[in-house]
């Protein structure tokens, strides 16, 4: 069998008033992400380490800022997106690992939901996508409550 490893990393600042977009799920927050889609920074990672895994660049370069079709995009589009290229077939996701470093709010209410969404829209059982939740204990930007970053590492193989 062959096998392949991608790793992804996003961060985004967040803003009052914005809504926050995690894993696919809406969470309730005073605060949300500054971004030309939805925002949801675990999708982006999580993208990154799919495309990672076949050098195929990152999101940017698919899904740029400056192109109005994707403002404002719910990120589960550029999720399945990514799955669907042809570069794709042929291939199937393992697992994935994700960990969310944000100070505020709380995760863990949410993280069954994002890993069942997350895994819907991948086409894999929820046993099979971790989302971890941590904060930085008040340090750097994130600690701050200025922003939020995430990284993400999957796994694919051949079919």
């Not at 392949?4 to 977009?21: E, F, K, S, T």
């Not at 046993?127 to 200025?146: C, N, P």
Request: proline residues 5%.
């Amino acid at each position: 069998m062959e096998f392949r490893i991608g790793q992804g990393y996003d961060v985004h600042a967040v803003a009052p008033g914005l809504p926050m977009w995690l894993g696919g799920v809406r969470v309730p927050s005073q605060t949300g992400f500054v971004a030309h889609s939805d925002g949801d920074v675990a999708i982006h990672a999580l993208c990154d380490a799919l495309l990672g895994a076949l050098a195929l660049g990152d999101i940017g370069h698919l899904f740029p800022d400056t192109d109005e079709r994707w403002k404002g995009v719910d990120s589960k589009e550029l999720l399945a997106a990514v799955l669907s290229l042809p570069e794709y077939a042929g291939w199937r996701v393992v697992n994935a690992d994700i960990t969310i470093a944000l100070q505020t709010p709380k995760l863990a209410p949410h993280i069954a939901a994002m890993r069942q969404t997350l895994a819907e829209v991948m086409g894999i059982g929820p046993e099979r996508v971790s989302v971890k939740a941590t904060t930085t204990e008040h340090l750097g930007f994130v600690g701050r409550g200025e922003g939020c970053e995430v990284w993400a590492i999957v796994l694919i193989e051949r079919k």
